[in-house]
């Protein structure tokens, strides 16, 4: 293999074991929060309907 190949190889390996270590990109999931556990008293006492 040529010099230059295994130059180009090097350079995509490193960049691609950085980016497992580094990701590009971050994504947080948010669920809505709701006032207490199922079978919680205060979500006995309201009335929905």
Do not use: H, V
């Not at 980016?19 to 309201?46: H, M, S, T, V």
């Amino acid at each position: 293999m040529k010099n230059s190949s295994r130059l180009i190889i090097f350079i995509c390996s490193t960049l691609m074991i950085g980016a497992f270590f580094f990701p590009f990109w971050k994504i947080i999931l948010e669920a809505p929060q709701y006032p207490g556990r199922i079978g919680d008293e205060n979500l006995a006492k309201q009335n929905y309907w």
